[in-house]
């Protein structure tokens, strides 16, 4: 698995989209087979709530204090699954990183 940079910005690619279906949010790659289901995932509330972070560049820093503020644990647990859920994206290609300060070119 990719391991997140911390000071760069990630954003989310063109390659997945989401969708709000039942009260649950489901990201879809749109360059697969429509019928492939083991390319399709469904977000639980912390990886919606990413996820829509991620709709503007920003750090894994930012998204982490965001966490913090919004939800209630360890922070020290949430930075970890923050770190291992975009390194998720990352393989997937659902994110990459962002051009422009403090990030690096995109992959």
Request: contains cysteine; negative net charge.
């Given at each position: 698995?990719?391991?997140?940079l911390?000071d760069?910005?990630?954003q ?10 039942a ?9 697969r ?6 390319s ?5 509330e912390?990886a919606?709530?990413?996820?829509e972070?991620?709709a ?13 503020d919004?939800f209630a ?6 930075r970890?699954?923050?770190d291992e ?5 990352l ?7 962002a ?9």
């Amino acid at each position: 698995m990719t391991c997140p940079l911390q000071d760069v910005r990630y954003q989310r690619t063109e390659e997945f989209v989401a969708r709000a279906i039942a009260g649950e949010t489901v990201l879809v790659p749109i360059h697969r087979q429509i019928g492939d289901l083991e390319s399709i995932y469904t977000l639980n509330e912390v990886a919606t709530f990413i996820w829509e972070r991620l709709a503007q560049p920003t750090t894994t820093a930012e998204i982490a204090l965001a966490l913090v503020d919004a939800f209630a644990g360890d922070p020290a647990q949430m930075r970890g699954d923050l770190d291992e859920f975009l390194g998720e994206l990352l393989d997937l290609s659902a994110i990459r990183t962002a051009d422009g300060p403090g990030s690096t070119p995109s992959q």
